[in-house]
């Protein structure tokens, strides 16, 4: 294999790799950082948002919190950075100085931080269709809403779903439907795989589809194969040009069931919809739902970690957002709960479901019972303070 190519594989691996041995090296490595910056974000009244742990959790966990303020009407005004050490970060002695903190940690030092107005959440979970011996029999565990919509989609319109080969599909599909469509969901909150990676490490060896609506590809996806070809995990996404009336028309909402179809009558066994954090709130996993999978602990490294999940006061804001923003919490050493904040004023969000295929038990967690007296409130003097500007 050439150098170049060997080096894509090699960073794709550090990245993504279920191998049990280089996920705990990862992780690992992750956990032994004794000092970093934790950043704390704000948004006017709103609860703000502090994270501290992993590096990479300011891009994927601080970013989702972020999200989901966002969507309670309040927009993200500025972050400010500081420093921390770990041993005190760890023994929640030194807390970033937020309404609601989120530290990114392995499970051992998940357990030493302080557990009162504290959860324990899954660092990253996927999503996993299981789909039985029986033809077609996957089509019976899908929501009878979605099946019937699925069905006369079918029986109405030219939907059907394209295998393809060759370079020149892949650059369609990269150039004219995932990158505008992650630029136009995203902005520059985007995450995605670099192009040179996403042609060596998921496209050769894996599975290119295109949804296409009488014949013209108006969205695609892009699958990671396992080494056995039972399994794959869909990883890139896209309608094309990112156009707005291509998610009005269906084309992304057809791009799993056809996936699935596909999938059933390929001999492969299991399809995994990709990863999420564990908030419930956030629209693709409630949509994902109905396709009855398995949430599972990410099978790389991030599966490994934890989220410590505090609430450092109590505050009508805190309490908005975290009525509004029920999670997944673990339960034992792998197990998932749903846990679903309220108080008199607040009800639990109960109309966002968080029963999975392997998901049944969740418990109602009263705001004024968990939230910390006054007197228990913890603060923080910090040594460093450097605010600036978000960037979109």
Known sequence: MPLRRARLHAAYAWQQ?????????RSWMDSR??????????AGPAASLGYAGVRHGVERILQVLEQRRDLLGARTAARSQHHWDRAALLAGQRLPPADLIAVGCTPAQAERLPRQAALVLPYRLHLVVDLPAEAGGWRQRVSKKERNWFRTQLRSRGW??????AGSDFDFFYDRMHVPTMRLRHGERTRSEARDSAYECLFRGGLLAFVTLDGTRVAGALCRRDRHGTSITLRLV????GAPHYYDQGALRMCYPLLLEWADGAAVRHVDLGGTEAFLGIGI?????????RAIL??????????????????AAVRDFLAANPVLE??????????????DQRPPRLDLAGGF?????????????????PSRQREWSVPVDVPHPVRR
């Open 17 to 25: 790799s279920a191998d049990p041995r280089l996920a705990a090296v």
């Open 33 to 42: 950082v004794r000092t970093g910056t934790a950043v704390v974000s704000t």
């Open 160 to 165: 059907a779903l394209e295998v393809a080969t």
């Open 238 to 241: 896209g309608v094309r040009d």
């Open 285 to 293: 996993v409630q949509w994902k739902r109905k396709f009855r999978p």
């Open 298 to 315: 990410a099978p790389n490294h991030l599966g490994r970690l934890r989220v410590w999940w505090h609430a450092r006061r109590d505050t």
């Open 330 to 343: 673990l339960a034992g050493e792998r197990g998932l709960r749903a846990v679903y904040f309220h108080d």
């Open 357 to 373: 295929a392997n998901v049944e038990e969740s418990r109602l967690v009263n705001l004024d019972e968990f939230l910390p007296a």
